[in-house]
């Protein structure tokens, strides 16, 4: 299985600022990953989907980049509605995996 | 807008079944794949199994083959999960996801809560 290594777990941010979470497969997955947004009760939202490609309605702020072993989701001028969880997940093979999710909160 | 709502949870003994439903409403649901995915406080999210838009194509994780089967109704927009031989570490919530053509969800329903307790 693609074993997908996220990080940080935990983030502590202010409004305004700009954080960067990292995502590592275990194998070269070409730019086949997907970042997620769940908010406490809710199901995840899809942000970003072939690394770096942002989902329609996602605001412009939320940027994905990355290829093979290494991503990264970047959330620039940080706005209080995006103090979430985050995922990332490999679609290269199945079983379609997660990463185990970065927490960002506010500072 | 694009809807998946899921229903069928509940509290259920160790080995028993239950089946979830999903609905789907606001696409064209004969042309999506779907999938389920839960989601656990020590596990996180795992997806669990995968069906083509016609039902060809099926895909389970290995922690439910031979124990979970996917299958889905077109004609009425709707996509289930037969679980037997449940286990504890079954308990999860459950989510029905609307999968792009690049398998990644897309639309995901708001969960339905499964608790596998003796």
């Known amino acids: 299985d693609v074993q997908m290594t996220q990080s940080p777990s935990y983030v502590s941010a202010s409004v305004g600022d700009t954080v960067t979470i990292t995502c590592r497969a275990s194998?070269?997955?070409?730019?086949?990953v997907a970042w997620y947004q769940q908010k406490p009760g809710k199901a995840p939202s899809l942000l970003i989907f072939?690394?770096?490609s942002l989902q329609r309605g996602v605001p412009s702020r939320f940027s994905g980049s990355g290829s093979e072993k290494d991503f990264t989701l970047t959330i620039r001028d940080l706005q209080p509605e995006d103090f979430a969880t985050y995922y990332c997940q490999q679609a290269n093979k199945f079983p379609l995996t997660f990463g185990r999710g970065t927490k960002l909160e506010i500072k | 807008e694009a809807q998946l709502v899921e229903s069928g949870g509940g509290q259920v003994k160790p080995g028993g079944s239950l089946r979830l439903s999903c609905a789907g409403s606001?696409?064209?649901?004969?042309?999506?794949?779907l999938a389920w995915v839960r989601q656990t406080p020590g596990k996180g999210l795992e997806w669990v199994s995968y069906i083509t838009d016609n039902g060809n194509y099926i895909y389970y994780g290995d922690s439910v083959t031979g124990r979970f089967t996917i299958s889905r109704d077109n004609a009425k927009n709707s996509l289930y999960l037969q679980m037997h031989s449940l286990r504890g570490d079954d308990t999860a919530i459950y989510f029905c996801a609307r999968v792009s053509g690049d398998d990644y969800f897309d639309t995901w329903g708001q969960g339905t809560l499964v608790i596998v307790s003796s």
């Open positions: 072939a690394a770096f």
């Open positions: 194998q070269d997955i070409s730019t086949r």
């Open positions: 606001g696409f064209d649901f004969n042309s999506y794949t």
